[in-house]
Protein backbone atom coordinates (compact mmCIF):
# COMPACT_ATOMS: atom_id res chain seq x y z
CA UNK A 1 0.00 0.00 0.00
CA UNK A 2 2.74 2.15 0.86
CA UNK A 3 4.09 1.66 -2.84
CA UNK A 4 0.58 2.66 -4.57
CA UNK A 5 0.51 6.22 -2.38
CA UNK A 6 4.30 7.01 -3.52
CA UNK A 7 3.36 6.44 -6.85
CA UNK A 8 0.30 8.39 -6.57
CA UNK A 9 2.50 11.30 -4.91
CA UNK A 10 4.91 11.03 -8.21
CA UNK A 11 1.92 10.90 -11.02
CA UNK A 12 0.74 14.22 -9.21
CA UNK A 13 4.07 16.14 -9.13
CA UNK A 14 4.59 15.19 -12.87
CA UNK A 15 4.06 18.64 -14.15
CA UNK A 16 7.40 19.16 -12.36
CA UNK A 17 9.32 16.44 -13.26
CA UNK A 18 8.05 16.70 -16.94
CA UNK A 19 9.44 20.69 -16.45
CA UNK A 20 13.33 19.62 -16.31
CA UNK A 21 12.67 16.55 -18.23
CA UNK A 22 12.82 14.01 -15.98
CA UNK A 23 10.89 10.89 -17.19
CA UNK A 24 9.73 8.75 -13.70
CA UNK A 25 10.28 4.94 -13.86
CA UNK A 26 9.27 2.34 -11.72
CA UNK A 27 10.76 -1.16 -11.38
CA UNK A 28 9.03 -4.00 -9.92
CA UNK A 29 9.93 -7.37 -8.97
CA UNK A 30 6.07 -8.65 -9.85
CA UNK A 31 5.21 -10.03 -12.90
CA UNK A 32 4.60 -8.53 -16.18
CA UNK A 33 0.39 -8.70 -15.99
CA UNK A 34 0.84 -6.46 -12.40
CA UNK A 35 3.36 -3.97 -13.86
CA UNK A 36 0.91 -3.33 -17.02
CA UNK A 37 -2.22 -3.20 -14.66
CA UNK A 38 0.25 -0.70 -12.62
CA UNK A 39 1.35 1.29 -15.64
CA UNK A 40 -2.86 1.61 -16.11
CA UNK A 41 -3.16 3.48 -12.97
CA UNK A 42 -0.04 6.07 -13.27
CA UNK A 43 -0.09 7.22 -17.11
CA UNK A 44 2.96 9.79 -16.55
CA UNK A 45 4.82 6.84 -15.47
CA UNK A 46 6.75 4.27 -17.04
CA UNK A 47 6.27 1.12 -14.81
CA UNK A 48 8.24 -1.91 -16.17
CA UNK A 49 8.38 -5.58 -14.76
CA UNK A 50 11.77 -6.79 -13.64
CA UNK A 51 10.30 -10.87 -12.83
CA UNK A 52 13.55 -11.63 -13.55
CA UNK A 53 15.08 -9.97 -11.23
CA UNK A 54 18.32 -8.39 -13.42
CA UNK A 55 18.03 -4.73 -11.82
CA UNK A 56 17.20 -6.01 -8.59
CA UNK A 57 20.71 -8.00 -8.82
CA UNK A 58 22.41 -4.94 -10.38
CA UNK A 59 21.73 -3.01 -7.27
CA UNK A 60 22.09 -5.60 -4.79
CA UNK A 61 18.18 -4.66 -3.83
CA UNK A 62 16.65 -7.98 -3.29
CA UNK A 63 14.89 -8.41 0.39
CA UNK A 64 14.52 -11.80 0.89
CA UNK A 65 11.34 -13.33 2.67
CA UNK A 66 10.36 -10.19 3.71
CA UNK A 67 7.18 -9.05 1.64
CA UNK A 68 3.96 -8.83 3.89
CA UNK A 69 3.22 -12.48 2.69
CA UNK A 70 6.49 -13.85 3.48
CA UNK A 71 7.88 -13.70 -0.46
CA UNK A 72 10.21 -11.76 -1.39
CA UNK A 73 10.52 -7.76 -2.24
CA UNK A 74 12.74 -5.29 -3.55
CA UNK A 75 14.40 -2.46 -1.36
CA UNK A 76 13.07 1.04 -2.38
CA UNK A 77 15.40 2.33 -4.35
CA UNK A 78 15.87 5.89 -6.43
CA UNK A 79 18.29 6.17 -9.01
CA UNK A 80 18.79 9.12 -11.29
CA UNK A 81 20.44 8.58 -14.51
CA UNK A 82 20.84 10.93 -17.17
CA UNK A 83 20.32 10.92 -20.58
CA UNK A 84 23.67 9.37 -21.55
CA UNK A 85 22.82 6.47 -19.21
CA UNK A 86 25.48 7.60 -16.24
CA UNK A 87 24.12 7.02 -12.71
CA UNK A 88 24.32 10.43 -10.81
CA UNK A 89 22.64 9.64 -8.06
CA UNK A 90 21.24 6.36 -5.47
CA UNK A 91 19.47 6.81 -3.09
CA UNK A 92 18.31 3.81 -0.52
CA UNK A 93 16.83 4.36 2.91
CA UNK A 94 17.79 2.69 6.23
CA UNK A 95 14.22 2.13 6.59
CA UNK A 96 11.80 -0.16 4.73
CA UNK A 97 8.98 2.72 5.64
CA UNK A 98 10.89 5.55 4.64
CA UNK A 99 10.07 7.02 1.41
CA UNK A 100 11.18 9.95 -0.91
CA UNK A 101 8.88 12.48 -1.61
CA UNK A 102 8.48 13.85 -5.03
CA UNK A 103 10.27 17.38 -4.10
CA UNK A 104 13.06 15.47 -2.15
CA UNK A 105 13.69 13.62 -6.00
CA UNK A 106 13.74 16.97 -8.04
CA UNK A 107 15.72 18.53 -5.74
CA UNK A 108 17.87 15.60 -6.16
CA UNK A 109 17.84 15.75 -10.08
CA UNK A 110 18.54 19.70 -9.53
CA UNK A 111 21.36 19.45 -7.44
CA UNK A 112 23.00 16.33 -9.84
CA UNK A 113 21.55 15.93 -12.96
CA UNK A 114 23.27 18.01 -15.92
CA UNK A 115 21.79 21.13 -17.36
CA UNK A 116 20.99 20.30 -20.84
Not at 27 to 39: H, K, L, V, W
Not at 73 to 102: C, M, N, Q
Request: charged share 30%; with cysteine; glycine share 6%.
Amino acid sequence: MGCMMELGELEKAWPEFDKRKVRVIVASIEPREEAEATQAQFSHLTVVSDADRKLVEVFAALDPGHAPDGGDTAESTTILVDGKGTIRWVYRPDRASTRLTPSEVLAAADRVMPAE
